[in-house]
């Protein structure tokens, strides 16, 4: 009798376990299914939020890695480069050279380089 008692606690155990589970997809990862990435009242999903941060930070890394290449091309030619472009000699890919939010290339004015989504103007 006493293992009997044991097992359907443990079934009951488990199956508490898939249910908690369950809830914290549906509420982290599928957020609201109506209106797409935001919520009823307009704010945004957690899963949008994580996405948006991550290509913020995916953002970041390209300039980061752009502004590194910039000072080996300078080191190496003596020069600033003409383009971003002419940074391919230095490990630059062409799909670094845009931001991942807004698809948009990165501008390159007197030897700097910005971010063109504002909200990124400080990177």
């Not at 999903?45 to 970041?60: F, H, L, Q």
């Not at 190496?76 to 002419?86: I, S, V």
């Not at 230095?90 to 948009?104: E, F, N, T």
Request: with cysteine; hydrophobic share 40%.
């Amino acid at each position: 009798m006493r293992t009997s008692q044991l097992r359907g606690q443990s079934i009951v155990g488990v199956l508490v376990v898939l249910v908690i589970i369950m809830a914290l997809y549906l509420f982290f990862l599928r957020g609201n299914t109506g209106s797409g990435p935001v919520g009823p009242h307009g704010e945004q999903t957690i899963a949008k939020a994580a996405m948006n941060k991550a290509s913020g930070v995916e953002c970041m890394s390209n300039l980061r890695s752009i502004r590194q290449a910039m000072t080996m091309y300078e080191q190496t030619n003596e020069k600033k480069p003409a383009a971003l472009t002419d940074l391919s000699q230095s490990g630059i890919a062409s799909g670094m050279l845009s931001c991942p939010i807004v698809k948009q290339p990165y501008r390159y004015v007197n030897g700097a380089v910005q971010c063109p989504d504002p909200v990124h103007a400080r990177y």
